[in-house]
């Protein structure tokens, strides 16, 4: 089937069955491969003539501001907001961005590697990110998070903003603070700061309001070679976030002004990621006309994506995601050699975290409320993760919230298989699963398989302008 006539299948769908144009032929040379009603399904996935642009963000007036997204461009890049490195594995050997005790270390970019498409693959096994400490989940790319609403892979963040400021408060990632971040916004950034958002960011920096050293910020806790931070600091004291005595310390109007100062800088940084985008790819080209754009393969796997595979109920539309939470019947696996997250709650525990978050985008720090948020947690949720997107995941140095697949050859043998938890079936022993699984055996064979992986490499595209790759 050529270009025009793969058009002609896609615009005339009613008389589809009349006209002979089914696709079902030779697979000789990739012509005839893929059927008229499987090329009206792909067709959700490559609009015409392009990509959109990422969709309006009620939340921050500022996510579309050239001016913003210039800001936030020497902000992702910049560590000096971090407080200090406390897992004893930053030792050298373990691919992380400093030595224990030290300081200024971690930016956005230290886990959202440009180079290797805003994933992280820096550490030995390539599975988790170590920052202060290990995260407890893969690190994903946020090439075309623009098109995001709901963050993270439980949900427990619903702005690019909040998702920021989580990353520096987070011992396990900036070791940080809210108080720290806007006093190092007000000492380094005053000026283009002001110009932005109208206002002076020194304010932070009076006398009446505690100034922390980047020693005495975020958790500090006995630094030893067997140091492992935890997600809440249960084993420190922590400094300059809600709930501790320095920052409680403040007043309702001090402590509005640190927020808005560091939710403002997440604003910035937010219009700088929502630039990063995967682009168009060559199955992008072949939907749009080059009928040499794909393999044989690639284009049966295509076939594939939206068929036999199941793919395409949960990885849907331009960007291949649904957005939504699903489970899977996966297992945790040994990661990073020596983690392995059992009976994780997922969406349920993270969708009821957001929606008593002070943060929201229902807050008085959001500029507007577009309803993102569901009203309560929905059922199913326990055990469920966020569906990621697809384009450019070739790239990805491994795969699932665990980081346990270290390959996509890996990802469509779970899949095909159904899971490690099937409906109706109790494997032995039952270790760290949680909730019930949405995914049934899909009985590829061998060669569907590859084909499937062929199309899903298909989906890489040229990535950001380059110079959104590198520090301003």
């Not at 988790?128 to 623009?146: E, H, K, M």
């Not at 971040?181 to 006398?207: H, M, N, T």
């Not at 939710?263 to 929502?274: T, V």
């Amino acid at each position: 089937m050529g270009g025009v006539a793969r058009v002609l299948c896609l615009g005339l769908v009613a008389v589809l069955a009349a006209s002979g144009c089914d696709g079902e032929g030779t697979d000789e040379g990739g012509v005839g491969i893929i059927s008229a009603q499987a090329l009206i399904d792909l067709a959700r996935h490559s609009p015409s003539p392009a990509l959109p642009a990422p969709p309006a963000d009620a939340s921050n007036q500022f996510a579309d501001n050239p001016a913003a997204a210039t800001l936030g461009h020497k902000l992702f890049f910049d560590p000096g907001f971090s407080g200090v490195l406390l897992e004893s594995d930053n030792d050298g050997n373990h691919g992380g961005v400093g030595r224990q005790g030290d300081t200024s270390k971690v930016s956005c970019a230290s886990c959202h590697v440009p180079a290797s498409g805003f994933s992280d693959d820096r550490t030995v096994h390539k599975q988790l990110s170590l920052a202060a400490g290990w995260s407890n989940r893969r690190t994903p790319s946020i090439l075309d998070v623009g098109h995001a609403k709901i963050l993270m892979w439980d949900g427990r963040i619903d702005s690019l903003q909040r998702q920021v400021l989580s990353v520096f408060e987070s011992p396990l990632e900036g070791n940080s603070s809210r108080l720290f971040f806007a006093q190092e916004i007000a000492r380094r950034y005053a000026s283009q700061y002001q110009a932005l958002f109208g206002s002076d960011p020194a304010v932070v920096l009076g006398a009446d309001y505690p100034q922390p050293a980047v020693t005495g910020t975020g958790c500090q806790m006995a630094l030893t070679t067997s140091t492992t931070p935890t997600e809440e600091c249960t084993n420190g004291t922590r400094s300059g976030v809600p709930g501790t005595p320095d920052y409680d310390a403040l007043n309702e109007a001090q402590q509005q002004a640190v927020t808005t100062i560091a939710l403002n800088a997440g604003k910035a940084i937010a219009a700088y990621e929502r630039q990063l985008s995967c682009g168009a790819s060559r199955f992008d080209a072949f939907m749009h006309g080059d009928e040499s754009a794909l393999s044989a393969a690639e284009q049966r796997g295509a076939a594939l994506f939206v068929g036999k595979g199941k793919c395409a109920d949960c990885h849907t539309g331009p960007f291949f995601s649904d957005q939504k939470f699903h489970n899977v019947g996966l297992f945790p696996a040994l990661v990073s050699a020596a983690f392995t997250r059992k009976n994780d709650m997922g969406a349920e525990k993270g969708l009821a975290q957001v929606l008593t978050d002070p943060l929201n985008v229902r807050g008085i720090f959001s500029d507007g409320d577009d309803e993102r948020l569901p009203s309560s947690v929905p059922a199913g949720m326990l055990g469920a993760f966020r569906t990621p997107m697809l384009r450019c995941a070739a790239l990805r140095p491994s795969f699932m919230h665990t980081g346990q697949f270290r390959s996509l050859e890996e990802v469509v043998t779970f899949f095909n298989q159904g899971g490690h938890k099937q409906p109706g079936i109790e494997p032995a022993p039952i270790i760290g699963f949680l909730g019930e699984t949405e995914i049934a055996p899909l009985g590829l064979d061998v060669q569907e398989q590859a084909d499937l992986v062929a199309f899903l490499r298909s989906l890489n595209g040229a990535g950001p302008a380059a110079n959104l790759l590198l520090p301003p």
